[in-house]
């Protein structure tokens, strides 16, 4: 298989995520603690959602509502506590888009696994069929051959099965 590497662009709401992520762990937060400093901001964002929100390549998504999710967080953590570097921005977003890579990647692999199954299995239907037809056209040569040989008898017309079957080979 052919390494079929992406250049990702991210959306301001993904680099968003990535920061909220390294804040997490730079100052070493727990989600609860987390829930409870968007409560002190006036704001609500449901525990579930938080926990959503630092999961492994939830970045990747992009289904976060900004307003009713991220910013609520990001005004809590980002504003409170920030980067302590740029070294370490660049650190955490290094290894976020290392990630971000990776499980496309695997996506990407996993589907043309998938698309080559398909493939496999149209082919064998597409050549079932083909020989279904042929099967079928063979069945209908002979039941005209037989509709003419009765006609001829019953018409008291002369006909020669040989010359036709020639015909019908052809």
Known sequence: MEDNTLLVELTATQEIIINLKAVKEQQNLSIPQIKNMVD??????????????????????????????IKPIAQALLINYGL?????????????????????????????AQIEEMKEQYENRIAFLRNQIATKDKYMNRKDLIIQVLMSKVFDIEFDPDEESDEAEA
């Open 40 to 69: 002190e901001t006036g704001t609500y964002v449901s525990l579930t959602t938080l926990r959503r929100v630092f999961a492994e390549n939830s970045e990747i998504e992009d289904s976060f509502n900004y307003e009713n999710t």
């Open 84 to 112: 302590t570097s740029d070294n370490e921005l660049r650190r955490k977003r290094t290894v976020a888009y290392e990630s971000i890579f990776r499980h496309l990647n695997d996506e990407i692999a996993a589907k043309s």
